[in-house]
C-alpha cells in the first residue's frame, strides 16, 4: 500500500472536535495501560524567539508510530504529523497538522476539565485570544454546560474581536469581554490560560475555591502564566505528560525545585481517565498543564488515516526508496 499525504482540508472534513476528544481519551486509555509511549518532546530555540519542537510516540496494539514536527517563526509554521507501520518501518501517512495540533491542543484541556473541574462548572474565564483560543473554549463546552464566558487579553481590540467572533460561533452562553485579568476569573469556576506570556499574571487569589485551571500556554522554559502561590492551592495536579512538564515548564520546575515539594503530586492525565474518578469535594483548586504530547498527536492522527482510507481521502505519494550514496565524485 502507498503512503498518503493527507491536507488540512480533508483533516477538517475527516474529523471535528468531539471526534478528537473521544479519540484522546482511547489514546490516554492506551498510555495508562502500557500501550502507547511518549517520545519525551524537545525543543531548540534561536535568534527571534523562533523554536524548533519535535514530539513521538508509539501504539503498540495499532502497529504504528508517528513523529511530529515544527517550528516556530515569525512568518508562521508548517506541521506535519508522520505516521510509519511499526512492523516494517514503511511510511503510512504524511498529514498537514495545524488543524489536527489546534483540536490536540483544545481537546486536551476538554478531557482535562471532564475530570478535573466540578461537574457543575458553568462560568468560564479565558485568557488569551490567540490561534488556540477558539478551540479551547469549544473544547469545554462540549464536556461542560456553560452559561457564561468572559474573555481577557491585554489589547482591547483582540478581545473585542475574539468575542465577536465567538458569539458567532452558534453557542447558547453569554460571551462578555472585561479589562483584567481578575475581572475574568472572579466566580469563574473553569479558567483556561493559552498565552505567550513571559511572567506570570495569574495567582492564587484569582481563583475561586472550587476553581479548576488549564495552563496551556507556557510549552517552553521562557514562558510562565501563573505564579507559585496556585501550587499551594492545587488539590489536584496532572499534566499531559509529566516528564515534558518537568524538563519544559518554568513554573514546575521552579516549584519542585524544592526538596519538600514531590513530583508524584503532578499526576498523568491518563491515570485520571482510566481511573475513571472525578474531582472530590473537599479539592479547593485543581491545576492542569498541558505541554503537547505524541500520543495525543498520534491518537488524532490514527483516527485521521484510518478515515481517510476508508473515504478514499488523500493523494498517493510514493514510497521512499533506497539508493546507494555516492561515495566519490564522478
Not at 447558547?172 to 469556576?189: L, N, Q, Y
Not at 472550587?210 to 499551594?232: C, K, M, S, W, Y
Request: charged letters at 20%.
Amino acid at each position: 500500500m502507498e503512503p498518503i499525504w493527507i491536507t488540512e482540508a480533508e483533516v477538517v472534513e475527516l474529523m471535528h472536535l468531539g471526534q478528537a476528544i473521544d479519540a484522546l481519551e482511547s489514546g490516554l486509555k492506551l498510555e495508562a495501560a502500557g500501550q502507547a509511549q511518549n517520545m519525551v518532546k524537545t525543543h531548540v530555540k534561536w535568534e527571534g524567539g523562533h523554536t524548533l519542537h519535535a514530539i513521538g510516540a508509539t501504539f503498540e496494539g495499532a502497529g504504528v508510530f508517528g513523529t511530529k514536527t515544527w517550528g516556530h517563526t515569525a512568518g508562521g509554521a508548517t506541521p506535519l504529523l508522520i505516521i510509519w507501520d511499526s512492523a516494517t518501518g514503511n511510511l503510512r501517512a504524511i498529514i498537514e497538522a495545524f488543524a489536527l495540533g489546534q483540536m490536540r491542543t483544545g481537546g486536551i484541556s476538554g478531557v482535562a476539565t471532564k475530570w478535573m473541574a466540578a461537574p457543575d462548572a458553568s462560568d468560564m474565564a479565558l485568557i488569551g485570544t490567540g490561534k488556540q483560543a477558539i478551540t479551547q473554549v469549544a473544547a469545554v463546552a462540549a464536556v461542560r454546560d456553560l452559561k457564561r464566558i468572559r474573555v481577557y487579553s491585554p489589547r482591547p481590540e483582540s478581545r473585542e474581536q475574539f468575542a465577536a467572533h465567538l458569539r458567532g460561533q452558534g453557542f447558547d452562553f453569554e460571551v462578555m469581554t472585561t479589562d483584567s485579568v481578575s475581572s475574568a476569573t472572579e466566580g469563574a469556576s473553569i479558567v483556561t490560560a493559552v498565552t505567550r506570556a513571559q511572567q506570570p499574571f495569574i495567582c492564587a487569589d484569582n481563583l475561586a475555591k472550587g476553581t479548576h485551571l488549564n495552563a496551556v500556554g507556557a510549552i517552553t522554559p521562557e514562558r510562565e502564566e501563573f505564579t507559585q502561590d496556585v501550587f499551594d492551592r492545587a488539590g489536584l495536579i496532572a499534566g499531559d505528560n509529566p516528564a515534558a512538564v518537568a524538563k519544559l515548564s518554568r513554573e514546575f520546575m521552579t516549584y519542585y525545585e524544592a526538596p519538600t515539594h514531590d513530583w508524584n503530586a503532578v499526576k498523568p492525565l491518563c491515570d485520571l481517565v482510566a481511573g475513571g474518578a472525578g474531582r472530590s469535594e473537599d479539592i479547593d483548586i485543581s491545576l492542569f498543564k498541558a505541554m503537547g504530547m505524541g500520543i495525543s498527536d498520534l491518537s488524532l492522527g490514527l483516527v485521521v488515516l484510518n478515515e481517510a482510507l476508508a473515504q478514499g481521502k488523500g493523494c498517493a505519494i510514493p514510497h521512499p526508496q533506497r539508493v546507494q550514496p555516492r561515495l566519490r565524485a564522478v
